[in-house]
């Protein structure tokens, strides 16, 4: 049976899609940082201007820092 790699490092988009949020979820969260100088709640990588990453192993840990039970 062959599995799908994840890559290490997904877009905004597919990011929102491992967590099952909306992409303007996340938008925000980078946007409200930007505007009190506090960290994100997901941590991200900007290469230039536009260019937006977020490593899986961050998005796992903001998975397990969420859970509730």
């Known amino acids: 049976m062959l599995t799908?790699?994840?890559p290490a490092r997904l877009n905004t988009q597919k990011a929102a899609?491992?967590?099952g949020v909306p992409k303007?979820?996340?938008e925000r969260d980078?946007?409200?940082?930007g505007q009190s100088g506090t960290p994100p709640?997901?941590?991200f990588l900007r290469f230039g201007r536009r260019t937006i990453?977020?490593?899986v192993s961050d998005l796992?840990?903001?998975l397990s820092?969420?859970?509730i039970a």
């Open 4 to 6: 799908k790699k994840l």
């Open 41 to 43: 709640k997901v941590p």
């Open 24 to 26: 303007t979820f996340l």
């Open 53 to 55: 990453l977020y490593n």
């Open 65 to 67: 820092s969420s859970r």
């Open 30 to 33: 980078r946007f409200e940082a």
């Open 60 to 62: 796992d840990m903001y």
């Open 17 to 19: 899609d491992y967590l």
